[in-house]
């Protein structure tokens, strides 16, 4: 079995679980780190083991006999390292956001595309209880659809480092949380055709970390509503102002309801008219007739990003959650900017091939009596 070579570029503490995730695989090293500072990369590399450290990613990339790279640098600093490592034909697991400009995102996948090279940009989605709710997104368990939610909301993030600095971020709670709720709907639901949305700062005085006060510039509150060609809504908001964390994805049916990690539960889904085999019956909101179908979550192996891309490395295959995805993705979110500033809806221009594809009839809710 070949050795997959990897190079990481960026030195933060987010850079720490792909290190520890190559460590567990068979065949796979981090050969070289880069970041601005070198003292960093160089103490990212003591730490890892890892032989080399650069503080120019050309020059690592050209020096280094890589396989791909990884990208967990801040999101401004996204665009330039994938496409130098596109450009030079390497493969790229990328964090999230893709970019902080949707020319940038757009510029990424094309070039993929030129390249022939695995372009894997992040939110990754395919946990266990994502692909078992998967497989009850069906007019068979909840009957048309006929709207969605999501949420990733939490206090905030405790770091001040660049999070709340707009020249550095580029956007706040819409790049760094909603991409997270957006992903997972369109993930489940396929593509949308339009985005409205209401975006501003609520909190401009913050308290972070150990009470160090610090002045933010960056959008904490944005509340969207996704359209579907069938015409269901999907609302969908990122608040950094809760005193706790909320991150749930609900799909409802005209009969039922999927709901992933929702009130304790990794995936429930109300279904009164039958019940699922091989499920657990609980009350789910107070509601009778949900179902928590753990052996069918239990189905499905749970997947380490990093194991997941070293597959699509070693398969040619591109990663289930495509470039082309994942663009359309950050399309609902560049978009939800552009309607804020404009008071107008966004009409989306991209698209793509859903991995799991829903019978189209599921969101036909005028055609018949239902």
Not at 5 to 18: A, D, E, K, T
Not at 69 to 93: D, F, I, K, Q, W
Not at 343 to 369: C, E, H, M, V
């Amino acid at each position: 079995m070949k050795t997959i070579n990897l190079g990481m570029i960026g030195s933060g503490h987010v850079s720490n679980r792909y290190f520890e995730q190559a460590a567990m695989l068979e065949g796979v090293r981090f050969v070289a780190t880069c970041s601005k500072r070198l003292d960093n990369a160089e103490k990212k590399a003591a730490t890892y083991g890892v032989p080399r450290w650069y503080d120019d990613y050309r020059v690592m990339m050209d020096r280094e006999k890589l396989d791909a790279v990884v990208v967990t640098t801040p999101h401004s600093v996204h665009a330039e390292p994938v496409l130098a490592a596109l450009e030079r034909g390497l493969n790229v697991l990328n964090e999230k956001p893709m970019a902080t400009t949707f020319e940038d995102c757009k510029r990424m996948v094309s070039l993929a595309e030129e390249k022939g090279v695995i372009f894997m940009s992040l939110p990754f989605d395919l946990n266990p209880a994502f692909l078992a709710a998967s497989e009850f997104v069906t007019e068979h368990y909840i009957g048309k659809i006929t709207g969605a939610e999501a949420q990733l909301s939490l206090p905030g993030p405790w770091r001040d480092n660049w999070y709340y600095d707009k020249t550095i971020a580029h956007g706040g709670a819409v790049l760094d949380c909603l991409v997270y709720p957006v992903s997972r709907l369109i993930g489940l639901l396929g593509p949308a055709v339009s985005v409205v949305a209401e975006v501003n700062t609520l909190i401009p005085n913050r308290i972070v970390g150990e009470g160090k006060k610090v002045n933010s510039d960056v959008d904490d509150n944005v509340t969207i509503i996704v359209q579907f060609a069938g015409g269901q809504h999907a609302v969908i908001r990122s608040l950094w102002g809760l005193s706790h964390k909320q991150n749930h994805t609900i799909i409802y049916g005209r009969s039922g309801t999927v709901a992933l990690n929702d009130s304790g539960f990794p995936l429930v889904v109300h279904s009164p008219e039958q019940a699922l085999p091989n499920a657990e019956q609980v009350s789910w909101r107070g509601i009778e007739n949900c179902y928590v179908p753990y052996g069918k979550i239990a189905s499905y192996p749970k997947e380490e990003i990093i194991a997941y891309f070293v597959h699509c490395l070693r398969s040619g295959e591109q990663p289930i959650q495509s470039g082309k995805q994942q663009l359309h993705v950050h399309e609902i979110m560049f978009g939800a900017y552009r309607s804020a500033e404009s008071g107008q809806r966004y009409q989306l221009t991209t698209s793509f091939a859903p991995w799991d594809k829903l019978n189209p009839d599921i969101f036909d809710t005028r055609s018949r009596y239902i």
